[in-house]
C-alpha cells in the first residue's frame, strides 16, 4: 500500500516563499505521475502541479512563474517550491501520486493534506 507524508506548509506573508516536501513509501510502479492539488475553503480541489518520472511538467497559470514543481526519483519524493505567495495561494495542499498503465494515469494515492496560508 503506497502511503504519502506532506510537510513544509505554514503562514507566510504575502510575497513570502514555503517549500512542501511529499515523501512516498510502498511499490510505485515506475511510470508514474506526483502532483500538488490545492483546496481552498469552498471551492473544488484544483491542480497546481505535476511531474512525471521522465520529467514532463504541468502548471496552473495561476502559479507559472512563481511555484516550482521537482522530484528525487531515488527518494520517491516530490517538492513543491513557491515563491511570491499571494493570499488566493490560501488553501490545503495534497500530494498525489498515479500510476501509467494502459496508456492512462491512474490515481494510487492521496496524501492527508497541509495548509498553507498567506496573510499578513
Known amino acids: 500500500q503506497v502511503q504519502l507524508v506532506e510537510s513544509g506548509g505554514g503562514l507566510v506573508q504575502p510575497g513570502g516563499s514555503l517549500r512542501l516536501s511529499c515523501a512516498a513509501s510502498?511499490?510505485?510502479?515506475?511510470?508514474?505521475?506526483m502532483g500538488w492539488y490545492r483546496q481552498a475553503p469552498g471551492k473544488e480541489r484544483e491542480l497546481v502541479a505535476r511531474?512525471?518520472?521522465?520529467?514532463?511538467?504541468n502548471y496552473a497559470d495561476s502559479v507559472k512563474g512563481r511555484f516550482t514543481i521537482s522530484r528525487d526519483n531515488d527518494k520517491k519524493t516530490v517538492y513543491l517550491q513557491m515563491n511570491s505567495l499571494k493570499p488566493e495561494d490560501t488553501a490545503v495542499y495534497y500530494c498525489n501520486v498515479e500510476e501509467l498503465r494502459d496508456g492512462n494515469f491512474n490515481p494510487k494515492a492521496w496524501g492527508q493534506g497541509t495548509q498553507v496560508t498567506v496573510s499578513s
Open positions: 511531474i512525471t518520472s521522465l520529467g514532463t511538467i
Open positions: 510502498g511499490s510505485i510502479f515506475s511510470l508514474n505521475r
